[in-house]
């Protein structure tokens, strides 16, 4: 899933896991750094409904989102992403880099 969106909906992605999977246009655009208008966060929520990442409940005159898959998915989703960009898909290429970029003490 996160390999199709841009930065900017990751973005937005992560101010709806972090609001507990259930926001407001206002809620998200509140969370984004350097904000885009009120207007473009709607189209761009609505183009995270058309790739099926966001689904929406009408609560009154307002939109409440929430992603259709859970945090633990999208996470795995993303490491796997992050995994295959930065570290050829090696997870143990991930895992040594880690552990040769860490400072270790004897304890």
């Known amino acids: 899933m996160s390999h199709a969106l841009t930065r900017r909906e990751r973005e937005i ?6 609001l507990a999977n259930r926001a407001s246009a206002e809620e998200i655009r509140a969370r984004l750094m350097d904000p885009p208008t009120d207007s473009s966060v709607r189209v761009m929520l609505g183009r995270l409904e ?3 990442v966001l689904k929406h409940q009408q609560d009154g005159l307002r939109f409440i989102y929430s992603a259709t898959t859970s945090p ?3 996470k ?3 490491l796997q992403q992050y995994v295959k960009t930065f570290f050829g898909g ?3 290429q991930m ?3 880690l552990v040769s970029e860490a400072q270790w003490t004897d304890e």
Not at 13 to 18: G, R
């Open 76 to 78: 795995r989703s993303a």
């Open 50 to 52: 058309k790739k099926g």
């Open 13 to 18: 992605l992560d101010a709806v896991f972090a």
């Open 95 to 97: 895992v040594k880099s």
């Open 90 to 92: 090696s997870l143990g």
């Open 72 to 74: 633990a998915i999208a």
